[in-house]
């Protein structure tokens, strides 16, 4: 520790101009003697001066180029000892070439930072919004919307936002039995949820980064057809002469009156129907495969491949009920559903590993609650924003 407090005051003699010839061998002594982890302690202590925050772990590549010149720099103009007049301007300079590569380096690492990174300290929950896209192509962002606001009224169809700010279809007549089908989509970025009524009392609760297309009105239409890309939760209104389907990429899922969850994000590499009463039927037209599904249970669709499980409706429809929940969930399963609800991108710094973790919190908690349940178990997280991307940086602890 010592000898860093002196190498430290040699270089800011050094940027000050007051370092002696003398003291010039000494510094560059230091460049070409020290360990590996002496000088990278000297570039990470330069770096934390520029960066809030106790984990410079999201920087350790530039840290490793700065470091890797600094040694290829050292063995270019390593001295041969020589009885020369010139030896202390040798010193001199070979310092100053050193030095300047360590400056340049954290010069460039502290202009991207300085003008494109902010170190965040915490990161709001999501909120209820959606975009409705109606039949015509017009779109509406309804959280800029008012409570009991009608935004469309034709065809027999009336649309609303409601005093509870869900989004309400209601049939006023029969007049809407003519003409051709219109279809909108509602859908939800990172960060939103939405609920919505549809023209024929099913409920809809739409999770976070997902959308629903469906016809405006059920009436000119055999089949209620709905297309789902994410996540939602379906309460749906009995008609036996009018099934419900339910369309996501790889399957359709069919029923007559019901109350089910479909999770079909991209990421997740698999759909799971999880069924909380009545029944259904799930399709998989490619391999024309079919099964039934029993309140209590999932159908896991793994690119085709189906399997039944007992699911845990507590975990399942947690974010139904306004919870982060999980039981024995590996990290980068917590972390892509976290990702989803806070809008943030997440970035691993070595191996997640293989640990599980269980436990629930409310959605309505800031990011940081989170992650504070998340740090019980070694883990490290670093939150920045560059270029209006926030990102979580994720450590294990060493």
């Given at each position: ?16 101009g007051?370092m002696t010839?003398s003291?010039?061998?000494?510094l560059y ?5 020290s360990?590996d ?6 570039i990470a202590?330069k770096?934390?001066n520029i960066?809030v925050?106790?984990?410079l772990?999201?920087?350790q590549p530039?840290?490793d180029?700065i ?10 103009t390593?001295?041969?000892?020589l ?6 301007l040798?010193y001199s ?5 050193v030095?300047a590569?360590?400056?340049a ?5 502290q202009?991207?930072?300085l ?7 915490d990161?709001?929950p999501?909120?209820s ?14 959280s800029?919307?008012?409570n009991?606001t ?5 065809g027999?169809?009336?649309?609303s936002k409601?005093?509870e ?7 006023k007549?029969n ?5 051709t089908v ?6 939800t970025?990172r960060?939103?949820?939405?609920q919505v009524?549809?023209?024929?009392g ?6 976070a980064?997902s959308s629903?297309?469906?016809?405006n009105s059920?009436q ?12 939602a939760?379906f309460e ?15 399957q359709e ?10 999770n079909?994000?991209a ?5 799971i129907?999880?069924l909380?009463q009545g ?7 490619k391999?024309?495969?079919?099964m ?6 999932q159908?896991i669709n793994?690119m085709?491949?189906?399997?039944s499980?007992p699911a845990?409706?507590?975990v ?10 999980f039981?024995?969930a ?9 990702s ?6 997440i970035?691993y710094?070595g ?9 629930g919190?409310?959605r309505t908690?800031p990011?940081?609650e ?8 070694n883990?490290h997280?670093?939150?920045?924003k560059?270029?209006?991307i926030t990102?979580?940086?994720t450590?294990?602890?060493?």
């Open positions: 520790m010592e000898k860093q407090n002196h190498i430290e005051t040699l270089y800011n003699r050094y940027l000050n007051t010839d003291e010039k061998k000494q002594d230091f460049f070409e003697t360990s982890e002496e000088l990278q302690e000297l202590d770096l934390q960066v925050s106790d984990n772990d999201y920087l530039d840290m180029r470091f890797l010149a600094v040694r290829v720099k050292t063995a270019e390593k001295i041969i000892p009885q020369s007049r010139n030896r202390w040798r300079g070979i310092a100053a070439i030095i590569i360590l400056l380096g954290i010069y460039l690492i202009r991207n930072f003008s494109n990174t902010e170190i965040l300290t990161v709001l999501g909120r919004s959606a975009t409705l896209t109606l039949a015509d192509g017009r779109k509406v962002r309804l800029t919307v008012p009991d009608i935004l469309q009224d034709a027999g169809t009336r649309i409601t005093s700010g869900k989004l309400i279809y209601t049939i007549d007049k809407g039995s003519t003409g219109g279809f909108n989509t509602l859908s970025a960060g939103e949820t939405y009524v549809l023209p024929d099913s409920h809809v609760w739409l999770n980064g629903i297309e469906y016809p059920f000119l239409v055999k089949q209620r057809r709905i297309r789902l890309i994410g996540e939760y749906v209104a009995h008609n036996r002469a009018k099934p419900f389907i339910v369309s996501t990429e790889g899922v069919t029923v007559l009156g019901t109350q089910f969850n479909i079909s994000y990421d997740e590499g698999r759909t129907t999880t909380a029944s259904v039927r799930l399709d998989v037209p391999s024309k495969k079919t039934l599904l029993t309140p209590g249970h159908i793994a085709g491949r189906l399997s499980q845990d409706l507590e399942a429809l947690a974010w139904k009920e306004g919870r982060i929940y039981k024995n590996p990290l980068q399963q917590v972390l892509r559903e976290i989803r609800w806070y809008n943030i991108e970035e710094h191996n997640p590993g293989t640990k599980v973790f269980s436990g919190i409310k908690a990011l940081s989170v992650l504070r349940v998340l740090e019980l178990s883990l997280f670093t939150l920045k560059e270029n209006g990102t979580l940086i450590a294990q602890e060493k």
